[in-house]
């Protein structure tokens, strides 16, 4: 049931219940404290009091004068119950109100002197007595005596305060749930603002910040991550945005051109010829359109995780030399030079297929970009946890401003030459997409100019060496 | 006969453009950069533009902006292939004469084409009565 109660009310009833049992077991202590310092008190004044019977005692010489003594001695101290009782069970001597016998109870005050007890005894009505007894030897033998006194008036103080203890104990109760609920209230008002702040915020207004209360405590740490949160948030709506637009315009500018090209070829009649370059030009359109929406579904494969990793043992030279075997024409014909002497058996755990594409990506661009003429080379190291492999050409390189954004989206470097060569921008992005989902990581070292090296670092397979 | 100016930079596209609307009678003035298509529309007396949104480099609502504050006063039509209209508000806002969203027909191209060629003539015949 608590559960469904919000965190004020609950730390209210937490506070509130803590404090009732602190009360409670203070009202009960301070009681009991006194109900002890009370009897001590009757203690010490009925130890007084047998100090002077014993001197009565003790002065007495006939068995008459003992009695005469003893009842002049009551007479004066008429708030005390005397009983002497010889060791034979003989009653010596007693006042005309017997102490009570009814119940007896252990005594709460036991005094150093050990020959001396002390007892409460409650009679039949409730009344308590505090009662002291003690051994004398005399010539006639051993006789016990008692003396007790009544502890109606303590017991009433006591129970007095009780009482006051008593009835305003749900005072306390009550400011302790007041206390309680104000200061939960106020611990939780930026909780509050916070909720308010949060519930305001949607995908459109995401430019909104909760504010950080200037306390460095818990719910300052909280607002500082929830707005980290919502940054990244912001930031992954701020690149799917940008890159649906990108799509939309890579897929809605290729369909408007066949679509125009095929319109204005059917506007009049033409030359075989012409009708042949129009072909040509919707089949090229055609193909780029395809290969762009499967690169666009290779990355929303890997955006959803569909492609769960596979754990295989994989062999990166023997993926290389594949790759390079197909793409052996290509270079041929543009007469790139490809260094394969620092290939090494390199084993890192993975999916073949989808890492025999980002190898295809990664050194059919180097094969690309690189002028007739130029030189491609694999260069790569092995450790115990981590194989990296560089494909390297010595060609045009990147300019420094786009190197940062360069395994973005639809990020092409040089625009006019890569729709030429029929790039669609997501060749890096889907090569990062697939590294990163092995735990591995991609890199781009670039000087305009000069050269490109791109590593790719993965995870190494137990089986390497 | 119009000179029109096409400023696109997908290739394949500017060139079906470009032979449709020649084949209609159009003189075209074709470039894939914003930069050049300012200059040449400021330079060669073009009675229309077209600026696609997406350029490499400058964007076509800059250079319709920059053409603006440079006094160019004849129609511009901007293409763009975005998914929200946001692209055409901005333009209309930024000083184009309409905008077309991608993709589109060739025939409905011609005619908002010639509607804003129309519109042009009868508004500097007005100019010169008045």
Known sequence: ?465 | MSRILIVEDHQTLLRSIRRGLEALGHEILATETGEEGYDWALQRDVELVVLDVMLPGKSGIEILKELRRAGFGRPILILSAKVSHEAGQTGLASGANAFLAKPFAFSEFHSVIQRLLQQAASESRTGVQS
């Not at chain 1, 009842?71 to 010889?86: K, P, W």
């Not at chain 1, 989902?437 to 000087?447: R, Y």
């Open chain 1, 1 to 465: 049931m608590i559960r469904r109660v919000n965190i004020r009310w609950r730390l209210t009833l937490w506070f509130a219940a803590a404090m009732t049992v602190l009360l409670v077991g203070r009202s009960f202590w301070i009681y009991f404290m006194m109900e002890r310092r009370l009897a001590t008190i009757a203690d010490v004044e009925l130890n007084a009091k047998f100090d002077a019977l014993n001197d009565v005692l003790e002065q007495a010489g006939s068995p008459e004068e003992l009695q005469g003594a003893l009842a002049r001695f009551a007479d004066n101290q008429r708030d005390l119950q005397i009983e002497i009782v010889s060791s034979d069970r003989r009653v010596l001597f007693r006042t005309p109100e017997p102490a009570p016998a009814t119940t007896l109870r252990p005594s709460r005050a036991q005094m150093s002197n050990a020959s001396r007890r002390y007892e409460t005894r409650i009679s039949g009505e409730g009344d308590q007595f505090r009662r002291m007894t003690c051994d004398i030897s005399s010539s006639s033998g051993t006789m016990t005596v008692g003396i007790s006194r009544s502890m109606q008036a303590e017991q009433t103080e006591v129970w007095d305060f009780a009482m006051t203890l008593l009835t305003t104990l749900p005072l306390g109760v009550l400011a302790a749930f007041g206390v309680g609920y104000v200061v939960s209230s106020r611990a939780l008002t930026p909780v509050d603002k916070m909720i308010f702040t949060a519930n305001d915020i949607t995908a459109n207004r995401l430019d909104q910040r909760i504010d950080v209360p200037d306390t460095g405590d818990e719910l300052a740490r909280l607002a500082q991550t929830l707005n980290r949160m919502i940054d990244r948030l912001n930031k992954s709506f701020e690149e799917m945005r940008r890159f649906t637009a990108d799509a939309a315009h890579d897929l809605r500018t290729p369909v408007t051109a066949l679509r125009t090209e095929v319109e204005v070829s059917l506007m009049a009649d033409k030359t075989v010829e012409d009708y042949r370059n129009s072909m040509q030009t919707v089949l090229d359109e055609a193909v780029h359109l395809s290969r762009l929406t499967e690169q666009l579904l290779d990355l929303s494969r890997e955006d959803h995780d569909m492609n769960p990793v596979a754990h295989e043992v994989v062999r990166l030279d023997t993926i290389l030399h594949s790759v390079l075997e197909d793409l052996r024409s290509v270079a041929q014909q543009k007469k790139i030079n490809i260094n394969t002497d620092q290939i090494r058996p390199w084993c890192v755990t993975g999916d073949p297929v989808r890492l025999r594409r980002v190898f295809m990506n990664l050194l059919s661009n180097a094969i690309q970009y690189c002028p007739a003429g130029g030189l491609v080379w694999i260069e790569g190291s092995s450790l115990p946890d981590q194989t990296t492999v560089v494909i390297a050409d010595n060609g045009p390189g990147v300019p420094a401003d786009d190197l940062p954004y360069i395994f973005d989206r639809f990020r092409r470097v040089d625009q006019a030459r890569n729709r030429q060569s029929g790039g669609t921008g997501l060749g890096l992005a889907i090569c990062k997409a697939i590294v990163e989902s092995h735990g591995g990581t991609i890199w781009m070292e670039s000087t305009f100019g000069q050269g490109t090296r791109v590593s790719v670092s993965l995870p190494s397979s137990q089986a390497a060496g």
